[in-house]
Every structure is written in C-alpha cells, then in structure tokens.
C-alpha cells in the first residue's frame, strides 16, 4: 500500500474519476455484502430533515447518487473536493445537483467557510490522504455547530491485504512504493486522532469480502493503483498468469475487507481561540 497521504500520489489518483471507477467496479461486482457500502454509509446518517452538510472529498459523488432518493428535500449539501476532475464527475453524475446540492473546490486544511456553518461533515475515506490531519480536524471542528457530526470513514490494517501481498511479489524492489505510515488514519487509530477534536466518538464496521471469479476487473483494479509505476510489462504479465491460474485452480480469488466508520460529536463549548474564523471566510451557500 502506498503512502496515502502524498500529493504526488493523491493528484495522480485523482485527477479525473477513471481510476477510481475501475476500483469502484471491482467492489460492485464481487463483494459479499450485497447491500451495499454507500448505502450502509448514508445509514449510519442520524440528521435532522434541515440539515446543511458539508462532505469533505466527495470524489465522484457515488455516495449521494447512490442514495438521491433518500436525501430530505431540506437538507443543503456542499459537495467538495480538491479535484477539478472529480467536482466534474459528480455534477454530471448528479445532474447538476437537483437544487439539494452545490459544488466547490476545497482545500480540507483550509475551509473556506465560517465557523459553525454545518450540521454535519462527511469525509468517506479521504482523511488518510490529509498530509496534515491535526490542522484538517481542527478546520472540521470549526465548522461544525456545537453539537454538530463528523462521519468519518476509512479502512483498517488488514484492508485488501492479499490483493497487496499478490502485487508486492511481482513489483521491481526499487520502485516498490512507500507503505503507509502508522500514524495513517486507520480504523486501529483513527479514534484516537479524533478524541482531541470530538466527543463520543464511536466505530461501526462495515461486514463485508471480495470473491473474485473474474480477472479483467482485477487486472484493472491492479492497474489503477501504483502497480502500473512499480510493474514492468513483463512482470505484470507474470502477475497476470498467476492470477489466472489461481482462478482456474480454486475457481475464486479471496480478499479481505476491513473499512468502517467514526461517528464523532464536536462538543458544545466555545471554539478556542486557534479555530477563529480567518479573513476571508464566508458563510456556506444555502
């Protein structure tokens, strides 16, 4: 697993939703959980029917097309991302937005709006890519009302693991990226980075697998990781080959899932005096 919090390697992944569409797919496909991630995450939502929300890297949108039906007509949302490429993706995904939803290019260490502004703040599994997570939860919590909900989902250590170990063998060990790092955002220690920040913090973890029975899916999934940087051609033919076989053998590939989410509460006392709203802040849009 590369280190998830470089820019280089953020921007990459990033730039447009292609990569994350073939990752995306993968998971629609061959999870075991048929229910459904986003529509698990939109569950664990406990929010008055006016609420105004800010999601904080919301990627292609999925998780709010996904769930367009079940979002309360009074509900005002900024979707957010630091991607052009993505704010794209989900406008266009969601057809400009219904009226529910408005679109801006934000910086999650620098939030351009007044503190307190939100009901709520999702962030679906982007903290772990926050080079500076200390200043990115104390902008959260400035803009959280006193009483407000961060939902906050990542994934935990043995997430995808086999699929890791499959790809390490076969990568040049020169260019073998930078694991993650243990102060990463993780479901074994994110509790704890959020604690300074928040009150009653809780986890729920999401049950779910991967059985693979196809390969082109996987290869694709493979390739929109750093593997297409760290594989020679011949080498990711060789990984192939192996992922092959291994299906023609065992008629399944299995992979370990390991994500969930932080329900954590900012607490109802004043700001301090570090989290005052700079100049230039402005209100979110309704």
Same mark, same amino acid.
């Given at each position: ?19 994350l ?18 529509r ?6 406990? !929010?008055?029917? /006016?609420? *105004?929300? #800010? =999601?904080?890297?919301? &990627? ?25 490429g993505? !704010?794209?993706? /989900?406008? *266009?995904? #969601? =057809?400009?937005g219904? &009226?529910?939803f ?25 903290l ?11 902008e959260?919590?400035r ?37 993650t ?15 300074p ?45 192996n ?10 590939i ?33």
């Open positions: 697993m590369p280190d998830l919090s470089d820019r280089t390697y953020v921007s990459d992944q990033y730039r447009d939703a292609s990569k569409e073939a990752r995306i797919r993968l998971h629609a496909l061959f999870s075991t959980n048929q229910y459904g991630w986003h698990w995450v939109f569950d664990q939502f406990d !929010l008055p029917s /006016a609420s *105004r929300i #800010l =999601e904080l890297g919301c &990627g292609d949108g999925t998780l709010w097309r996904l769930n367009l039906e079940r979002v309360p007509s009074a509900w005002d949302i900024v979707l957010s991302d630091r991607s052009f993505m !704010l794209g993706a /989900a406008y *266009r995904g #969601l =057809e400009g219904y &009226g529910r408005c679109f801006a290019a934000i910086d999650s260490q620098e939030i351009p709006f007044a503190e307190r502004a939100f009901d709520a703040v999702v962030a679906n599994h982007m772990y890519h926050v080079p500076d997570r200390p200043k990115a939860l104390s959260i919590h803009v959280l009302k006193p009483g407000g909900h961060l939902y906050a989902s990542t994934v935990g250590r043995d997430h995808l693991r086999e699929l890791d170990e499959m790809v390490h063998r076969y990568e040049r060990p020169e260019r073998r990226p930078v694991h790092p243990a102060g990463a955002f993780l479901l074994e220690n994110g509790g704890a980075q959020l604690a920040w928040f009150s009653s913090v809780t986890t729920a973890r999401y049950q779910d697998a991967l059985v693979i029975t196809e390969l082109e899916p996987l290869v694709d999934y493979i390739l929109s990781m750093t593997a297409r940087l760290t594989l020679t051609n011949s080498r990711l033919a060789a990984l192939t080959d992922l092959e076989r291994a299906l023609a053998r065992h008629g399944a299995y992979i370990t899932k390991d994500s969930g989410l932080f329900h954590a509460l900012r607490s109802d006392d004043p700001s301090p005096g570090h989290l005052r709203r700079k100049p230039g802040q402005h209100e979110a849009p309704r």
